[in-house]
């Protein structure tokens, strides 16, 4: 099957050295990656910046802001079975972005943001994507209220809930605990692993559930 993952922080950037960002080391992405790979499935990756290796045989997109992820996956999607969102998309990005760094002042400054694209939430609305769709949602409180409500309105297949107010669990960790949310309510707990054995068995729920497209009819 072919698969579509998102991996890592995206930057938005200020000036041309400073930039708003967020803790993701893109392990989570990467761990999905490699299990997908492990199964010989055709993997897309789609990464902001991290300092991690492309998993070898993955097709490896490089971004840097929500921007372009939205627009690598714009142009990926449509034909893969399962999309899975592990990326950590800034959900602001600064209205402009001045060509030169900018000075110190003594006075304060106020950068003015605007809201990013939302890629997870235009997998079915704008990109039309039928195949599986599985985000994450980050969450330091309600985590199940607040997973399951990114589930409907973005109308995913699964959400991986993460606990992100737990320490050695989430952002920039090696292990991590999540929680299973699907649209007929069952909620599944998974406790505390590698990144690596954690994504093992979340692809192969992943994949129990999953359906491939039927191939595309040749004009
Ligand atoms: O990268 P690691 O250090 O290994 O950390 C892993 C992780 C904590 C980043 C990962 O497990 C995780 O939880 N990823 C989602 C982080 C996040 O930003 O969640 P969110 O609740 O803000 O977003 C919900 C979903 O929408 C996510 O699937 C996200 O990829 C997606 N999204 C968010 C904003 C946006 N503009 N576009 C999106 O597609």
Redesign the pocket.
């Known amino acids: 099957m072919n698969i579509l993952i998102?991996?890592?922080?995206?930057r938005e950037p200020i000036d041309p050295v400073r930039y708003l960002s967020?803790?993701?080391?893109?392990?989570?992405?990467?761990?999905l990656a490699q299990a997908a790979l492990n199964h010989n499935h055709h993997v897309t990756l789609i990464s902001g910046p991290?300092s991690l290796p492309a998993p070898s045989g993955a097709h490896l997109i490089p971004v840097e802001t929500?921007l372009q992820?939205?627009d690598a996956?714009r142009t990926t999607i449509s034909h893969c079975d399962i999309a899975i969102?592990?990326?950590?998309?800034?959900?602001y990005r600064p209205v402009t972005s001045s060509s030169q760094k900018l000075k110190k002042h003594p006075s304060s400054l106020s950068l003015h943001l605007e809201?990013?694209?939302?890629?997870?939430?235009?997998?079915r609305s704008l990109f039309n994507f039928s195949g599986y769709l599985?985000?994450?949602?980050?969450?330091t409180e309600n985590l199940i209220a607040?997973a399951q409500s990114?589930l409907t309105r973005?109308k995913c297949d699964l959400?991986?809930a993460?606990d992100?107010s737990q320490p050695g669990i989430?952002?920039?960790?090696t292990e991590?605990a999540?929680t299973l949310c699907f649209p007929n309510g069952e909620i599944h707990p998974l406790p505390k692993q590698s990144?690596q054995t954690l994504a093992a068995v979340l692809f192969d729920t992943i994949l129990a559930r999953a359906t491939p497209l039927p191939p595309t009819p040749h004009a």
């Open positions: 998102t991996a890592g922080p995206t967020n803790r993701s080391s893109g392990k989570m992405g990467y761990a991290v929500a992820m939205f996956v969102f592990a990326a950590a998309v800034a959900d809201p990013t694209e939302d890629i997870l939430g235009s997998a599985v985000g994450f949602a980050a969450e607040h990114k973005k959400i991986i993460n992100v989430g952002f920039d960790s991590n999540v990144k």
